[in-house]
């Protein structure tokens, strides 16, 4: 058992709390909800911890000074929610291009444009990870609880670090805004992942030389090794790629995550693993799911709930394996249907047809309408 | 080569993607002679947008940062709040700076954070081949602008003064020592100092605006064009001569953002530390 304490918090509450254990001494935002507390409690506690909060004229600035704080030394963050994610995009591709480790949460609420600024959704999650221009892949981790909120954001900084490119933590308004016990293990039973160091001498140095692992180590401005760190698609000494110098550029910043998805990838099964009928959830809805299967087996009816973790890159292999068996497969989602394109992509199964449980419009399923769904569709 | 090319350029990186008869090159040298001057190098972290003369720092063997089109300062902030200790210095276009990162200018020289924000000012989107850009005067023609320029030209000094900015000077590449020393007091000033710099792009203003694809006739139209003055007082004058007035417009002394961050971080720490317990 860790050693650690127990507090009730809220979602955006236990993100802060994680991301400051992890280390991150640079916040930068604008104010959005329902991502706005964790602006106003990072503005709270980095003072006390010589960090820097700092409320941005807009996203854009907010997300650029987060890549160029994380080049300067140091872990850094932003946290937004539909609009201010739209603002981020090209940044984001920003940090992916420069192999700069950060994360962004994005707590979703309704769309398109302003939406509904205090109503939950999950219509980000293609934008998570094809917002920016071009090819390029990053790492969506979706919690469900305030819990996971701080869990994912320690995996979040860890993996950012270890691949050396942002992560996107998912989340939406009921995560953001839920208050439970959140288990706050004490730093010395957490691990962290440092920054990968340049180990041979500075004048051996290439800026973006990848290890085998597709990354490059990483050394901070001013000290000494004189970067050039451009957004362009670049040769190995940092300037302006040309063809096959870009191709192999882009083809690396893809594959050292694509290639290495096996130490991140989480997909769970609530309820009774082999069960015909199985729902597919992530975010939130994982919540209502898990009682919907807990209501079900009260009334002898097996199911599972497939909770996919890492939306991003899409666990294909784990969520085939986690709906193995399965006769009857409903995608819930509070969008009209987004992560189901990528359960009709991986099951591939003729027989089996992919059932849409969708809501929009800001409300939360319950329950009870999960096992309706079932018999109403039957 | 130079001395101060051999000694401060990213060599194979060269040549320089600068035309024949550009500005931006000599912006370099008047800069590594500022750099040079005051032995600084170590300590520069360099911030860039998009265009043609945010490649400038990247020729120079600092570390850069090239960002995004119209975000150099946004860059430049997170360099500085990640170590105050760094001189961050940034190259910014009249484009980059003042139309798709205008914002950006403003709160950061509101802040009156401490940074060199260059302006490399060719009146022109250069890089992308002869746009109206907002710095461009009424009745150009431009790529965009076939039937001349409507739109009035902004002052990049006076949003820089009005926003905030402790330091404030103009020059051309017709002014290089000038600019050198500018740039050195930019380098020493404690806050946000922001230079102008005209710059000639014969290949596209020259051709477009002023007449002549000529690098000599160019240079020889900042000459003509550009008045030197000590007193800011004079500039309307000269600005109602049609005449584009040069020099050294403000320095002054204001609190410098990081060093306000740094005393409140103390100050709350003590208090808590007073209070006891956790937050
Ligand atoms: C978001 C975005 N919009 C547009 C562009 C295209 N673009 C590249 S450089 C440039 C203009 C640069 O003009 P300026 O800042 O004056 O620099 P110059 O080339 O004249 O030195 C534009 C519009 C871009 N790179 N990114
Ligand atoms: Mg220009």
């Known amino acids: ?378 | 080569m130079n001395p101060l090319g051999e000694k401060y350029l990213r060599k194979s990186f060269l040549p320089f993607l600068f035309c024949p008869g550009c500005g931006d090159g000599m912006i370099v040298q008047s800069f590594l002679q500022a750099v040079d001057d005051l032995g600084v190098a170590d300590d520069l972290a360099m911030a860039a947008g998009i265009g043609c003369s945010a490649w400038i720092p990247v020729y120079m063997h600092f570390d850069v940062f090239k960002g995004l089109h119209g975000r150099a300062i946004p860059a430049a902030i997170g360099l500085k709040a990640s170590r105050p200790s760094r001189k961050v210095v940034v190259f910014t276009g009249d484009g980059d700076g003042l139309a798709i990162g205008g914002l950006h200018l403003i709160h950061a020289a509101r802040r009156n954070i401490d940074m060199t924000v260059v302006i490399v000012n060719n009146q022109i989107y250069a890089m992308t081949g002869g746009q109206v850009a907002p710095s461009t005067g009424v009745g150009s023609r431009t790529q965009t602008t076939p039937y001349g320029n409507l739109e009035k030209p902004l002052d990049g000094c006076k949003i820089a003064i009005a926003s905030g900015a402790t330091m404030v000077s103009r020059w051309s590449t017709a002014h290089t020592r000038q600019l050198t020393r500018t740039f050195k007091k930019a380098l020493n000033h404690k806050g946000f100092s922001f230079v102008e710099v005209l710059s000639q792009c014969p290949v596209q203003t020259g051709r477009y605006i002023l007449g002549s694809g000529s690098p000599q006739f160019n240079l020889q139209w900042l000459k003509d064009n550009c008045v030197a003055v000590k007193d800011p007082s004079q500039w309307g004058e000269i600005e109602a001569q049609g005449k584009i007035p040069v020099g050294d417009i403000l320095q002054i002394e204001k609190p410098e953002f990081m060093e306000e961050v740094q005393r409140m971080n103390q100050k709350v720490k003590e208090e808590a530390q007073a209070k006891g317990g956790d937050r």
């Open chain 1, 1 to 378: 058992m860790k050693k650690g304490r127990i507090k009730v918090m809220m979602g955006n509450e236990a993100c802060m709390e994680a991301a400051l254990l992890a280390g991150c001494r640079f916040y930068a935002g604008y104010p959005i909800t329902p991502a706005t507390e964790i602006l106003e409690v990072m503005s709270m506690r980095l003072p006390l911890l010589d960090g820097l909060c700092l409320q941005m004229e807009d996203e854009i600035a907010a997300m650029v000074s987060v890549v160029a704080a994380s080049w300067g030394g140091g872990k850094s963050m932003t946290a937004t929610s539909g609009p201010g994610f739209c603002l981020m995009q090209e940044a984001i591709g920003l940090a992916v291009a420069v192999e700069a480790p950060c994360v962004i949460v994005n707590v979703q609420r309704g769309g398109p444009a302003s939406g509904q600024s205090t109503s939950t959704a999950q219509g980000d999650f293609y934008q998570a990870r094809y917002g920016s221009n071009g090819d390029y892949s990053l790492i969506v981790l979706c919690p469900s609880t305030a819990q996971e909120m701080f869990d994912h954001t320690i995996k979040a900084f860890n993996l950012s670090e270890r691949f050396r490119t942002p992560v996107i933590i998912l989340s939406d308004e009921v995560v953001g805004h839920i208050r439970e016990k959140v288990f706050i293990p004490d730093a010395d039973q957490l691990t962290f992942v440092p920054r990968k160091r340049p180990t041979v001498p500075m004048e051996e140095f290439i800026a973006w030389k990848a290890d085998a692992d597709g990354v490059p180590p990483m050394p901070d401005f001013n000290t000494g090794y004189k970067i050039p760190v451009i957004s362009q698609a670049k040769s190995l000494d940092g300037n302006r790629g040309n063809a096959k110098e870009a191709d192999e550029n882009i083809r690396r910043i893809v594959s050292k995550i694509e290639d290495h998805m096996d130490e991140f990838a989480e997909v769970l099964i609530y309820g009774a693993e082999k069960a015909e009928t199985a729902f597919v959830t992530f975010g939130s809805v994982c919540r209502a799911a898990r009682s919907a299967v807990d209501m079900g087996r009260e009334k002898g009816l097996a199911l599972r709930s497939v909770e996919v973790k890492t939306v991003w890159p899409f666990p294909d292999e784990l969520v085939r394996r986690a709906l193995a068996g399965a006769k009857r497969i409903v995608v819930a989602e509070m969008n009209l249907g987004m992560i189901k394109r990528e359960i009709e992509r991986v099951v591939r199964q003729p027989e089996i047809k992919i059932e849409l449980f969708s809501k929009i419009g800001g409300i939360y399923p319950q329950p009870q309408e999960f096992l309706r769904f079932l018999e109403e569709k039957r």
